[in-house]
Structures are given as structure tokens and as C-alpha cells.
């Protein structure tokens, strides 16, 4: 076999985040005859405390492949894991190996001291009074929820000026009444409603929700990030790489929660 080698609630609240940055493509090439290629492609999990920090990042490596092959991978990971079958894999001072068979190879890494490109705070008030995420299940009032997203100065800045974020808050409507969500969209999905926003690329925000709560209670708040390329102008730009972003982030929200629990719990 030839080796690829690749370069390089508390009950009633879950406000843990999601973020997907993107699918990110990275072409292997394998050393056969007919010179053919194996994509690589990564996406990165992340679970964030109630506060916006970091709780755990992991990253799940597909490859296709053409034959069964030995696949040598690298990543600064506490542990990894076969998400294919049972062939054993093995991890070596950030060195992967494992043997592969089929036309496919899923593999998991969680990656130890990780930095994300973004810097993401979550702040909240009930009644003008800041209080905890741990405390405002079941409670009842005015709701202000922040978030704050800025460039992690630790982090790799090649992502935070080329990946576009879309942050999505799903509420439900029979307890959450007189939603404001300055610079967000509001919209109607059966019994909730769904606010979403878009931050650009290299752009630091602040955004804002406000609603009157009854007996609170909010699933899990879902971050995606997408590339987005910035050379252009409004006439000629082609939005369908946001509205492809906007319909991702709505059906992931619908199985966030069962996925990060499902994955986590491993």
C-alpha cells in the first residue's frame, strides 16, 4: 500500500455554540501510476462555554480514496479516533497513521491548546441586571443577550480576514415575545423564530438581542464560517456564496444539539 500524506443545562438552557469553519479543501496527491489525486478535507468543531471561551475543539479528516491505502496525517491532537471502521490508528507526536480500505476514510482529532482565529464573548442581562447563563433558566423578563466577536490575536488572522461567520439564535415564540435584533434577521420557523447575523470577514462587531421571556429556555446558539472572498464590488458580486451559508447554518441548527451531545459523550 502506498502512503498519502497530507501538507500539513443546566436543564431547561443549552447556550453551548457551534462553529463549522467551512469545509476546508485541501488536495493530497498519491504517488500511483495514472497520477491521481486524493481530496483531504477538514472541518472543525468547536463547543464553547456559556461565555463565548472555548470549551473543546476537535476536527474531523475525510479522505477519498481510490484503493485501500495507508494514510499519514498530521495534527497537534490529544487523541484521534476511527470514525470508518475498526482498523487501528495511531498517533505519534502528531504523526496519523492508519491503514485504510474502501473509497473513503473518516478520522477525528481533538486538538489540544487550540487557538481560534475569532475571539467570542457572551454576556447576558435580565432586567438590566447582568447575570449568569447558569441562572436564567426558567427565569422570566426583560432578556439582553451580547456577543462580541474580534480577532483572536493568538489566532491564525489568514481566517479571521477571509471567513465570513453567521451567527443563528433560535427562540421560541411562545415565550419570547417583542424580539429586537438591531443588524440581525428575524425570521418564522414553525413555533420559533430564528434570528441570524452575518459578520464579514476582518470585521469585529458587537451584536445585541433583546426580548421579553417567560420561563426561559433556548437551544444551542450555532456559529458556521464559510470563505468568503472580499475582492469585489457590490454590482458584480455573486451573493449565493451568503445565502449557501445562511440555508448550511439553518439545517444544521435543526440537529446541533443531538450531533454535539452524540460526538462529545464519545
Avoid at 443549552?14 to 462553529?19: E, N, S, V
Avoid at 489566532?155 to 438591531?182: E, H, M, R, V, W
Amino acid at each position: 500500500m502506498k502512503p498519502i500524506k497530507s501538507l500539513k443545562k443546566k436543564k431547561g438552557i443549552r447556550i453551548t455554540a457551534l462553529i463549522i469553519i467551512a469545509a476546508l479543501l485541501i488536495t493530497v496527491y498519491t504517488p500511483v501510476p495514472s497520477g491521481a489525486a486524493s481530496l483531504k478535507e477538514e472541518v472543525v468543531y468547536v463547543r464553547l462555554n456559556n461565555d463565548g471561551s472555548v470549551s473543546q475543539v476537535y476536527v474531523v479528516n475525510s479522505f477519498e480514496l481510490g484503493e485501500n491505502n495507508t494514510i499519514i496525517d498530521y495534527g497537534n491532537y490529544a487523541y484521534v479516533q476511527n470514525l470508518t471502521d475498526n482498523n487501528e490508528i495511531r498517533l505519534e507526536n502528531g504523526k496519523v497513521t492508519v491503514d485504510a480500505q474502501g473509497n473513503q476514510l473518516y478520522y477525528e482529532g481533538f486538538l489540544m491548546n487550540p487557538q481560534l482565529p475569532w475571539d467570542i464573548s457572551i454576556n447576558y442581562m435580565l432586567d438590566g441586571k447582568e447575570i449568569s447563563p447558569d441562572d436564567i433558566a426558567g427565569k422570566s423578563g426583560r432578556l439582553f443577550i451580547e456577543i462580541k466577536t474580534d480577532a483572536n490575536p493568538l489566532g491564525n488572522k489568514d481566517f479571521f480576514d477571509s471567513y465570513a461567520l453567521q451567527l443563528s439564535l433560535t427562540l421560541n415564540s411562545s415565550i419570547c415575545k417583542n424580539i429586537s435584533a438591531p443588524g440581525g434577521t428575524v425570521a418564522t420557523a414553525g413555533g420559533n423564530k430564528q434570528i441570524s447575523y452575518v459578520v464579514l470577514p476582518g470585521k469585529a462587531v458587537r451584536l445585541e438581542l433583546n426580548a421579553d421571556v417567560k420561563n426561559f429556555e433556548m437551544p444551542a446558539i450555532t456559529i458556521g464560517g464559510v470563505r468568503l472572498n472580499m475582492d469585489f464590488t457590490i454590482d458584480n458580486y455573486d451573493l449565493s456564496e451568503l445565502e449557501e451559508l445562511t440555508d448550511a447554518v439553518a439545517e444544521l441548527d435543526d440537529g446541533v444539539q443531538e450531533l454535539l451531545d452524540g460526538i462529545f459523550d464519545m
